[in-house]
């Protein structure tokens, strides 16, 4: 037996556009959603901040996609950062950026130095990033999934050049 909606019904017609029109709102959000995160994505490598992918993690785990309106989103702070008063605040999103390399080029680089071995998730376990760093850790890793199914990590390569070839044009 083949069910199907009674669409003569104009209460079943208008559910069912109200439904195509969610359908296609959905695909058009994660769309926007992926074009978003991916100029996120790109602006965190421009700034050399290293490790890339678990930064925009972070920056979405603080902001919720970068959607929160009732968040420190709303004061261009994409990491959480704080001080003894709260939230900082930056006049915009490169702020925010160039902040978050001065912070790892003060905390992170000489962790680094003397952990060699050490990762980035030690780091910011080290650093108690986060109030509970084991929740905290396992959402950045499920997004660090998302953002390799998702996004493109191809940084720079389309701006290298092979030095080694002789230039024929004269």
Request: net charge positive.
């Amino acid at each position: 037996m083949i069910y199907s909606l009674p669409l003569h019904n104009s209460y079943f017609r208008l559910a069912a556009l109200l439904w195509m029109l969610l359908v296609v709102q959905l695909a058009t959000a994660q769309n926007g959603r992926k074009e978003r995160m991916q100029m996120f994505y790109d602006s965190i490598h421009a700034y050399e901040i290293a490790e890339p992918k678990t930064v925009l993690a972070i920056a979405i785990v603080e902001t919720g996609w970068m959607e929160c309106q009732k968040c420190h989103f709303k004061k261009n702070n994409l990491f959480g950062f704080r001080t003894g008063k709260g939230y900082m605040h930056f006049d915009n999103l490169s702020a925010c950026l160039a902040y978050k390399k001065e912070w790892q080029e003060r905390f992170y680089t000489p962790w680094k130095t003397k952990h060699p071995n050490g990762t980035y998730y030690q780091f910011l376990t080290h650093k108690q990033y986060a109030a509970n760093m084991s929740s905290y850790l396992k959402n950045i890793k499920w997004i660090e999934k998302w953002i390799d199914k998702n996004l493109v990590a191809n940084f720079g390569t389309q701006l290298k050049i092979n030095v080694s070839e002789k230039d024929t044009t004269e």
